[in-house]
């Protein structure tokens, strides 16, 4: 009887610590959908409302929207109420995949996603200050970059803390588009 009990309480603590696992994450998370299934046009510079060189120019940044899905993971029966129920999306980096090299970003988010849900979010891919750096600032005297930037997020889930990332990715066309 001892030795069923022991064997009961083994079982029993392997099962709630692999709940606390770094790789038991208990969510699938994935980018349904990034920029309407659209390249992203990276405008590096704009002349403003007069269309000439002057004090209204401006250099924006560049946001797309997306939609994350948060799915429960193979075997995991129901866990919308339980402690594994929602992952929060804590941050993420996008790294520039081109001929040229393009410095990577990262930026900080904080979007709780529950189980079994979408959520939809806008997400910076070019912030403006790397317009002014090399090779894109170039750009501005004409030609064109192709890249594809690889977004990957960090999740966390809520109340065990086990972590995970999923990635998508998107293509960028830069260039000093005409404005108007």
């Given amino acids: 009887m001892n030795t069923r009990r022991i064997f009961l309480g083994l079982t029993l603590a392997l099962v709630m610590a692999s709940g606390c696992s770094d790789d038991n994450v208990r969510s699938d998370m994935y980018v349904s959908w990034i920029n309407n299934s659209e390249a992203l046009t990276s405008d590096v510079y704009n002349l403003g409302a007069d269309e000439v060189p002057s004090g209204d120019d401006y250099v924006i940044e560049d946001e797309v929207e997306l939609e994350i899905r948060n799915l429960p993971r193979d075997g995991i029966v129901d866990v919308r109420a339980g402690k594994y129920g929602s992952m929060t999306v804590e941050r993420y980096t996008v790294v520039f995949e081109s001929d040229e090299e393009i410095e ?17 979010g806008f997400l910076t891919i070019v912030p403006a200050g790397l317009k002014m750096q090399t090779p894109l600032i170039a ?38 588009w005409v404005d108007g």
């Fill in 139 to 176: 750009l501005q005297s004409g030609g064109e970059i192709h890249a594809s930037a690889v977004i990957t997020f960090y999740a966390r889930e809520a109340n065990s803390g086990n972590e995970t990332t999923f990635e998508t990715r998107v293509p960028v066309n830069f260039a000093n």
């Fill in 104 to 120: 990577s970003y990262s930026g900080m988010l904080g979007w709780v996603v529950p189980i079994n849900t979408n959520f939809r």
